[in-house]
């Protein structure tokens, strides 16, 4: 059983940064996908980023490239999330996930996904 921790989340201004991080407990190998999420009111949850621990191959929807950027800690049950040049459109909860996968090909979609963390509010004001 695995289990996930955010942090980091809060409030900034436009163009401005946070680090979200996610401490997962339980049993994370080298065959785990590990992503984040972000859902805000009245939106479909959706994908932002995504690392596969066997290689650290990285995936990111075309909204946040450029700006964001997903990393491993040196153990791989931490995961951090650096979000530079934050807009008013970014705000939303934001999700830590893992599940287990050849790689993290399809990381844009929840069902993939097993283990969930209950979130970490970040809101950018205008």
């Known amino acids: 059983q695995v289990q996930l921790v955010e942090s980091g989340g809060g409030s900034v201004q436009a163009g401005g940064s946070l680090r979200l991080s996610c401490l997962a407990s339980?049993?994370?190998?080298?065959?785990?996908?590990m992503g984040w999420f972000r859902q805000a009111p009245g939106k479909e949850r959706e994908g932002v980023a995504a690392?596969?621990?066997?290689?650290?191959?990285?995936y990111y929807a075309d909204s946040v490239k450029g700006r964001f950027t997903i990393s491993q800690g040196s153990a791989q049950n931490t995961l951090y999330l650096q979000m530079n040049s934050l807009k008013p459109e970014d705000t939303a909860m934001y999700y830590c996930?893992?599940?287990?996968?050849?790689?993290?090909?399809?990381?844009?979609?929840?069902?993939?996904?097993?283990?969930w963390g209950q979130g970490t509010q970040v809101t950018v004001s205008s």
């Open positions: 996930a893992a599940g287990p996968m050849n790689d993290c090909s399809g990381a844009d979609s929840p069902t993939r996904f097993g283990y």
């Open positions: 690392i596969y621990t066997g290689d650290g191959s990285t």
């Open positions: 339980g049993y994370i190998d080298s065959t785990y996908c």
